[in-house]
């Protein structure tokens, strides 16, 4: 089956520092990808959908210039989270789609990101 | 817009039980798509099931099963002689079918455990 990964699996970062995330498919071409993040027991809220070669779509109170989404192949989508602070410290998880209109979407393991 | 009640934040049965976890969704559109995801302790999201809205009939794997009522928009999920493995966080999600829809909407997820 498809692969997505994400690397890293963990991080701890510096109030005021940057954090990337990288979010990688293995075996198959991701037209789409998401970046999802996840509070503790809480769901998964989607903050931008992006597809390759142009901007990311945010949703509606996720800060862009915070959250800083690039998807220059498609195996490759980045994450980063400039100027973090401790309320970003959660879950992300990243998710990609073959096409835009694929019918499976593929997750990766998460990243949990710890702000101090 | 669409939206994915699962009503039960938590459930907890004894191992060997049967458990069913509710799912009741909203979507104005007559096209959609249905899914269920376990999310283990790992974090990493395990697709379960895909269920096309023009397709009523229940389904079976294993010791799951599904029971879709398109007439009262649920989606139930049940599993048989459950298993402490079983144990996890499991979400339910909806994404129309029309084309350039790409947003999977999640339920709040039930945190189930089965105990030994």
């Known amino acids: 089956g498809a692969v997505v990964s994400q690397h890293p699996s963990w991080v701890i970062c510096k109030s005021g520092t940057s954090v990337k995330i990288e979010c990688r498919s293995l075996d198959f071409q991701a037209t789409t990808m998401f970046w999802y993040r996840q509070f503790p027991k809480q769901s998964l809220m989607l903050m931008a959908t992006?597809?390759?070669?142009?901007?990311?779509?945010?949703e509606q109170g996720v800060e862009k210039d915070k959250f800083l989404i690039n998807h220059a192949s498609l195996t490759l989508s980045t994450l980063t989270v400039t100027s973090a602070h401790p309320e970003d410290s959660s879950f992300y998880i990243c998710?990609?789609?073959?096409?835009?209109?694929?019918?499976?979407?593929?997750f990766g393991p998460g990243t949990r990101l710890t702000v101090t | 817009a669409q939206k994915v009640t699962q009503a039960q934040t938590e459930n907890s049965v004894v191992e060997k039980e049967d458990v069913t976890l509710d799912c009741v969704y909203e979507t104005r559109d007559t096209t959609y798509y249905l899914f269920w995801y376990k999310q283990p302790p790992s974090g990493e999201l395990v697709f379960l099931i895909r269920?096309?809205?023009?397709?009523?009939q229940n389904e079976i794997s294993g010791r799951y099963s599904w029971n879709f009522q398109k007439s009262t928009s649920s989606f139930n999920f049940t599993i048989t002689a459950s298993q402490v493995v079983d144990s996890a966080v499991y979400f339910c999600?909806?994404?129309?079918?029309?084309?350039?829809?790409?947003?999977?909407?999640f339920g709040q997820g039930t945190r189930l455990t089965i105990n030994p």
């Open positions: 998710s990609a789609r073959v096409g835009t209109g694929g019918l499976e979407q593929y």
């Open positions: 269920r096309n809205s023009f397709d009523e």
């Open positions: 999600a909806l994404r129309p079918l029309i084309q350039g829809a790409q947003k999977l909407v």
């Open positions: 992006s597809n390759e070669g142009s901007k990311a779509t945010y």
